[in-house]
């Protein structure tokens, strides 16, 4: 595989998943910011087993994983269903205690970073190869989960909660807990996710984990859709591509141009590219054209 | 007939050799990973501008090998994501880079340089952050510990009353490590140095941090933060009556525009070291002067503005002196050749002064200390390691 192709599926892959991370809680109006701090948490705390204790990849990727959501565990202790606001408060205050703590801890190269990760498996080939695997088997796994939690009841009770919170409480939903299993999930994914894109650049520095990739996540999100988790497949690739094409001259105006795109979606399609209804009425067409399929098997029956 | 054929096999083998040989390059290609967009966009513009006019002098006097050089300019926008992907993209064909800038896209984009065996000279990080590349880049200072220890400790002696320091620090890359060799060099001139103050990234009021240095009851202050905090720390400083400014220390990062344009004359009398000196006289430097100011409102070059412009010296002398070709072909050889040739460079002409690379480290590059004055820098002694 081309290098450059390597680095665009790989990053593109970390941009989903940070913005499927984020995009969870939201479906309870959780605006999940922790979700950068937990990356860089696991992130760091995997290259530190990886190069000090000599910890297989394997075990640091899933140790980033439970890291980040025994944090997003306890921190939903106390915000589970609190209300947007604070969540986004609290998002914001973790990311500068993270980064803080960090910063002053030499073990882990503090305000420098961390460098030389090791290859996975030896060799950059390899390390490449393990790095796609996987990344696409987590995108497979999460973007399968994600589905099924759309199609079932937690995921009408999120739709509830997010539209009123009374009315679901009223309805019976747990607000608190919904809240709280959405925020720890997210968490992991964002632990995990953390760890690969350390691994990809083969070193550590904080800001790879600052309020750009936030801003990253969340116009994937707005602007691919913030009702359905396809909005983010189709404008990540899209987001993180397209200005790679730019001439030059036209690179310099790249903000402008990002400017201008998201002024125009809000206006125009303020629920971005990918609604509900859209993926709705995708799923009938699919699922009409099975039942065709289907009725015309029992007939020749 | 024979005759005919054998000189028709010559005549197909003489073009399938031709045909074979790869065309060498009509112009020296060198891409510079370059912050141009976001939020070092401005230090972008001048470090690009230095290198554009190396290659504007290098042309007009002949080019490089007698072919001119050309500097691609590729954003990176400050972004890591940005920066990986488009060093993946260079790495296929370029034969030496310049950049990246600065520390985290150095972080994420030089692995892959190194990998691939490219060399691409990031010209405005510390050694510290060079070393890990080596020898596919070359540090462009020498250790902060040789370099700034000595320094800070002969801006101390300036002072008998200079007993007791703060430091401002902002918790950003090399600045800490930056700071700690301030601290040694401070204790070396028998200077007690107080508990460091930190700067917040992100501040909006000074206030509170200046107060907090102030309770420690200093004789002076280093700066070691960005220049429009330095600058807004200094008018907080005078504000609550501070008068010895040249007890008042900026590292080199602060020289920047930025101080000067927030600080204003309350910046007067305040000491700030440099490893360029804008009062040297020599026509290339004078040449310099000149052509920045006449495009930038006559404003002085700033301290990072000549390390591309002598990369991009740097790079024509290792083409020309090992032979390079740039042919395709010979791709990772004189990639190789380049790399080896600039971890020891002898006697390279700089814009302001000569100096050596040994090991992929300078060896004798001088620092400065000046005064501030109106927004101008006037020498107050020049330090050798």
Known sequence: ?301 | MKKALGALIVAALILAVVGCQQPAPKEWDIPFLNSLTGQIASIGAYLEWGADQAAKEINAAGGISGKPVKIIPVDTALDPQKGSTEMARLVKNTLVALGPVPEPVIMAAMPIAVENGMPSITATTSLEYAQKFFPWTISWFPSTQDRLAPLVTAWAKQFSDLKKVVQFVENYGPWPGMADAHTAGLTAAGVRVLDPVEVPSDAVTFAPLVVKALNEKPDGFVFVCKPGSAAKLIKELKSRGWKKMDHLLLFSSADAPDLYATGGTDLNGAEIYNYINPGIDNPRWDGFKKAYADSHNGEQPPSLSTNYYDAVYMIKDAIEKTGVTGLSGKLKAERKLIADYLQNVKGFHGIMFDWDMKDGIPTNKPTYIFKIQDGQKVLVQEVKQ
């Open chain 1, 1 to 301: 595989m081309p290098l450059e192709l390597y680095y665009f599926l790989s990053i593109t892959a970390v941009n989903i998943l940070l913005s499927w991370a984020l995009y969870l809680p939201y479906r309870v109006a959780h605006l999940h910011f922790i979700t950068v701090a937990n990356m860089a948490i696991s992130g760091y705390a995997a290259a530190w087993l990886v190069m000090a204790l000599h910890v297989p990849f394997g075990c640091a990727l899933l140790v980033g994983f439970a890291l980040g959501g025994i944090i997003g565990f306890v921190v939903s202790l106390f915000i589970g269903d609190a209300p947007t606001f604070a969540v986004v408060i609290v998002g914001f205050t973790f990311i500068f205690i993270s980064r803080t703590v960090i910063e002053n801890l030499k073990a882990i190269g503090g305000a420098m970073g961390m460098f030389g990760l090791p290859n996975i498996g030896g060799n950059p080939d390899t390390h490449r190869l393990i790095i796609m695997v996987t990344l696409a088997a987590l995108l497979l796994i999460v973007g399968f989960l994600l589905h099924r939690f759309e199609h079932s009841s937690l995921g009408r009770a999120a739709s509830a909660v997010f539209m009123d919170k009374d009315l679901a409480a009223s309805l019976g939903v747990d607000i608190r807990r919904l809240g709280m299993l959405l925020q720890t999930v997210s968490c992991t994914i964002a632990g995990g996710t953390g760890v690969l894109y350390g691994f990809i650049y083969k070193s550590l520095h904080l800001d790879f984990f600052t309020f750009a990739l936030v801003g990253i996540a969340m116009t994937i999100i707005f602007v691919g859709g913030y009702a359905t988790q396809w909005g983010a497949v189709v404008l990540a690739p899209i987001l993180y591509g397209v200005p790679l094409l730019f001439p030059p001259a036209v690179q310099e105006w790249r903000i402008v141009i990002y400017g201008a795109a998201l002024v125009l979606v809000l206006v125009l399609k303020p629920e971005g590219f990918i609604t509900r209804r859209f993926v709705v009425s995708m799923e009938s067409f699919l699922s009409g054209t099975r039942k065709k399929r289907n009725t015309l098997s029992r007939e020749e029956i």
